[in-house]
C-alpha cells in the first residue's frame, strides 16, 4: 500500500488531535482520509474540567463536558477508532491499537499529558486529579460525599481540602472548590471548606504576567483560600500531606495539580526528547528523524526560533499548533513544502472562583467578573464549534 493510500492517523481527540483533523481533512480535500483514535468516543472540553462544584451536582452527567464523536467529527471523510494507542512502530509506519495494527501515510502524536508525582510517596495513591475526565469525575462524586457528610458533624470544624500546586490548574480548582454555592449543589446544609494552596518552591503562576499574577492572589484571599509558598510536599499519608520543614497539613481530601508530563508510550519513542519526556519538534512541528509524524499539544517541546522561548503547554497553544500541523501532514504526502510554525500569544486568563477570574489581553489586564466573562465567552464559542464538528 503506498504512502498516500494509507492516510493520516490522528492519535487523540483532545484540543489538539481534533484541530489537527479538521485543518488536515480541509487541507487534503478528500484526498487522503483521516482517522481519529481515542479511548474514548467523546471529545472533552477539559479546560473546564476545574468546574468540579458543576461536576459534584452530577458525577455522571457528561454532557457540559464530553462532545460526541457524532457531533465533533460529523463528516464522512473523518474517519474514528475507539480504542487503547497500545504501541507506536515509526519504523514500520504502524500503530496497534486494542491488539489491532493501524498502518499510516502521515501520524500526528496528540495524546496530551498525565499527572506528574515526581516519585513522592503516596501522591498518586492518596490524592484526587482532574486532568482527566474521569479524575474530574471521582473528584466530583468524593466531593459531594465530603459535603453531604459535613452536614451531619456534631462538631464545629469545617472540611478541610488540600490542592497541591500553584500553577493555573490549581489555583482554578482551589478557588472554585471555595467559592461554590456547596448547599445548592449538594441540596442540604453543607459547611463551607476550608481550602488550603501549596504552591511548592515554584512561584505562584509562575510565568503568568506580574499584574494577573497579582489580582489572581488577591481574589484568592478574598475568597479565603490560604497559600502555603515557598515549601514542597516531601510525601502524602492518608489524610495528612508532609510538608518540606515538618510542616503537616491534614486534609479530607487532597488534590494533586503539581504538573503533569507525556504518557510512557511518547517517552518510550525512538526520537530526540525534551523536558518532561515531550517530543522535541522542528518549525514544521514534525520529529526531525522521522518524516511524516507529527507532535501537538502537550507532548511537544517546542522552542519559537523568533523569541528563543518554549511554547506554553496549553488548549490556546495546542489549538494554534494544530493547523500549521494539519496542513503539514497533508504537505508532507503531497511532498510540497511545509510551513513553519510561529506562535502568538493572545492573552491568559485564570478563573478565580465562580464568577471571577484574572487576565491579560491585548497588553491590558483584566480581572473579576469581567475577565471571567471573558473565559466564559472563549470556551462556549469553542464548545460550540466543537458540536458541530468544526
Same mark, same amino acid.
Given at each position: 500500500m503506498? =504512502?498516500?493510500?494509507?492516510?493520516?492517523?490522528?492519535?487523540?481527540?483532545?484540543?489538539?488531535?481534533l484541530s489537527?483533523?479538521?485543518?488536515?481533512?480541509?487541507?487534503?480535500?478528500?484526498?487522503?482520509?483521516? =482517522?481519529?483514535v481515542d479511548?474514548?468516543?467523546f471529545?472533552?472540553?477539559?479546560?473546564?474540567?476545574?468546574?468540579?462544584?458543576e461536576i459534584?451536582?452530577?458525577?455522571?452527567?457528561?454532557?457540559?463536558?464530553?462532545?460526541?464523536?457524532?457531533?465533533?467529527?460529523?463528516d464522512?471523510a473523518?474517519?474514528?477508532?475507539?480504542?487503547?494507542?497500545?504501541?507506536?512502530?515509526?519504523?514500520?509506519?504502524?500503530?496497534?491499537?486494542?491488539?489491532?495494527?493501524v498502518?499510516?501515510?502521515?501520524?500526528?502524536?496528540?495524546?496530551?499529558?498525565?499527572?506528574?508525582?515526581?516519585?513522592?510517596?503516596?501522591?498518586?495513591a492518596?490524592?484526587?486529579?482532574?486532568?482527566r475526565?474521569?479524575?474530574a469525575?471521582r473528584l466530583?462524586?468524593?466531593?459531594r460525599?465530603l459535603?453531604?457528610?459535613?452536614?451531619?458533624w $456534631?462538631?464545629?470544624?469545617?472540611?478541610?481540602?488540600?490542592?497541591?500546586?500553584?500553577?493555573?490548574t490549581g $489555583?482554578e480548582?482551589a478557588?472554585?472548590?471555595?467559592?461554590?454555592?456547596w448547599? $445548592?449543589?449538594v441540596?442540604?446544609?453543607?459547611?463551607?471548606?476550608?481550602?488550603r494552596?501549596v =504552591?511548592?518552591?515554584?512561584?505562584?503562576?509562575?510565568g503568568?504576567?506580574?499584574?494577573?499574577?497579582r489580582h489572581a492572589?488577591?481574589?484568592?484571599?478574598?475568597s479565603?483560600?490560604e497559600?502555603?509558598?515557598?515549601?514542597?510536599?516531601?510525601?502524602?499519608e492518608?489524610?495528612?500531606a508532609h510538608?518540606?520543614?515538618?510542616?503537616?497539613?491534614p486534609f479530607?481530601?487532597?488534590?494533586?495539580?503539581a504538573?503533569?508530563?507525556?504518557p510512557p508510550?511518547v517517552?518510550?519513542?525512538?526520537?530526540a526528547?525534551?523536558r518532561?519526556?515531550?517530543?522535541?519538534?522542528?518549525?514544521?512541528?514534525?520529529?526531525?528523524q522521522?518524516?511524516g509524524?507529527?507532535g501537538v499539544?502537550?507532548v511537544?517541546?517546542?522552542?519559537?526560533?523568533?523569541?528563543?522561548?518554549?511554547?506554553?503547554?496549553?488548549?490556546?497553544?495546542?489549538l494554534?499548533e494544530?493547523p500549521?500541523?494539519?496542513?503539514n501532514?497533508?504537505?508532507?504526502?503531497?511532498?510540497?513544502?511545509?510551513q513553519?510554525?510561529?506562535?502568538?500569544?493572545?492573552?491568559?486568563?485564570?478563573?478565580?472562583?465562580?464568577?471571577?477570574g484574572?487576565?491579560?489581553v491585548?497588553?491590558?489586564?483584566?480581572?473579576?467578573s469581567?475577565?471571567?466573562l471573558l473565559?466564559?465567552?472563549?470556551?462556549k464559542?469553542?464548545?460550540r464549534?466543537?458540536?458541530?464538528g468544526?
Amino acid at each position: 500500500m503506498a =504512502t498516500e493510500e494509507r492516510g493520516i492517523l490522528v492519535l487523540g481527540a483532545g484540543y489538539a488531535g481534533l484541530s489537527f483533523a479538521h485543518a488536515a481533512r480541509r487541507a487534503g480535500r478528500g484526498r487522503f482520509p483521516v =482517522t481519529v483514535v481515542d479511548r474514548h468516543p467523546f471529545h472533552v472540553l477539559r479546560t473546564e474540567l476545574y468546574e468540579v462544584g458543576e461536576i459534584a451536582r452530577d458525577p455522571e452527567h457528561l454532557d457540559a463536558w464530553a462532545v460526541p464523536f457524532t457531533q465533533a467529527l460529523d463528516d464522512p471523510a473523518l474517519g474514528q477508532i475507539v480504542g487503547e494507542v497500545e504501541s507506536i512502530d515509526l519504523e514500520r509506519h504502524c500503530v496497534r491499537v486494542s491488539g489491532e495494527e493501524v498502518p499510516y501515510g502521515a501520524l500526528a502524536i496528540c495524546l496530551g499529558s498525565v499527572p506528574a508525582y515526581y516519585g513522592v510517596p503516596g501522591a498518586e495513591a492518596e490524592t484526587h486529579q482532574v486532568y482527566r475526565m474521569a479524575g474530574a469525575r471521582r473528584l466530583g462524586a468524593a466531593l459531594r460525599q465530603l459535603e453531604i457528610e459535613s452536614a451531619s458533624w $456534631t462538631d464545629l470544624r469545617r472540611p478541610e481540602v488540600v490542592v497541591i500546586g500553584g500553577g493555573s490548574t490549581g $489555583t482554578e480548582v482551589a478557588a472554585e472548590i471555595a467559592t461554590v454555592d456547596w448547599p $445548592t449543589i449538594v441540596g442540604v446544609a453543607a459547611r463551607e471548606p476550608h481550602v488550603r494552596l501549596v =504552591t511548592g518552591k515554584i512561584p505562584f503562576l509562575d510565568g503568568m504576567p506580574e499584574g494577573l499574577v497579582r489580582h489572581a492572589r488577591r481574589l484568592l484571599v478574598k475568597s479565603g483560600v490560604e497559600l502555603i509558598e515557598g515549601l514542597n510536599v516531601e510525601r502524602v499519608e492518608p489524610k495528612v500531606a508532609h510538608l518540606e520543614g515538618g510542616m503537616r497539613l491534614p486534609f479530607d481530601l487532597a488534590i494533586w495539580c503539581a504538573g503533569v508530563q507525556v504518557p510512557p508510550i511518547v517517552r518510550a519513542l525512538p526520537t530526540a526528547h525534551g523536558r518532561a519526556g515531550r517530543l522535541a519538534v522542528d518549525e514544521h512541528l514534525e520529529l526531525p528523524q522521522w518524516p511524516g509524524v507529527f507532535g501537538v499539544g502537550d507532548v511537544i517541546e517546542f522552542k519559537d526560533p523568533a523569541t528563543g522561548m518554549l511554547v506554553p503547554a496549553t488548549a490556546q497553544a495546542a489549538l494554534a499548533e494544530a493547523p500549521v500541523a494539519g496542513r503539514n501532514a497533508v504537505a508532507r504526502l503531497q511532498r510540497k513544502a511545509l510551513q513553519p510554525f510561529r506562535y502568538r500569544e493572545k492573552g491568559v486568563i485564570v478563573s478565580v472562583g465562580v464568577g471571577r477570574g484574572a487576565g491579560r489581553v491585548a497588553k491590558v489586564t483584566v480581572w473579576g467578573s469581567p475577565a471571567a466573562l471573558l473565559a466564559a465567552l472563549q470556551q462556549k464559542e469553542y464548545a460550540r464549534r466543537v458540536r458541530h464538528g468544526r
